[in-house]
């Protein structure tokens, strides 16, 4: 299960962190990643964790403006946004992969296996 928290509405310029907190896993743990879904596009994936190697993706479009992180004594993955644009508005939905999978093509949403239901972030 996976729950985000975080979302608001914000200016232009400025920051927001969001939550996703997972259920706990065992030894074997999954890839924790964000996608966003903005009004009229197609579902983004815009960035990954391993929570094991702690290993990140980044999409160019939130590179050095997003980062995400892994608390594992919490069973929570961060994503701290920064410099906030108004394409940055959307649904931010987290999804973990299967335990012990790596994703081939870690943006596309078929890697995942578990969603939460999302967090709205909106950027005026």
């Known amino acids: 299960q996976l729950v985000e928290s975080g979302g608001d509405s914000v200016q232009a310029g400025g920051s927001l962190r969001l939550s996703c907190a997972y259920s706990?896993?065992?030894?074997?743990?999954?890839?924790i990643g964000w996608f966003r879904q903005a009004p009229g596009k197609e579902l983004e994936g815009i960035t990954s964790?391993?929570?094991?190697?702690?290993?990140?993706y980044y999409a160019d479009s939130v590179k050095g403006r997003f980062t995400i992180s892994h608390d594992i004594t919490q069973n929570t993955v961060y994503l701290q946004m920064k410099s906030l644009e108004p394409d940055d508005t959307g649904l931010y939905i987290c999804?973990?992969?299967?335990?012990?999978?790596?994703?081939?093509?870690?943006?596309?949403?078929?890697?995942?296996?578990?969603w939460g239901q999302g967090t709205q972030v909106t950027v005026s």
């Open positions: 999804a973990a992969t299967r335990p012990g999978y790596h994703p081939n093509n870690w943006p596309d949403r078929h890697e995942y296996k578990s």
């Open positions: 706990e896993y065992g030894y074997i743990r999954p890839y």
């Open positions: 964790i391993a929570t094991v190697s702690e290993f990140k």
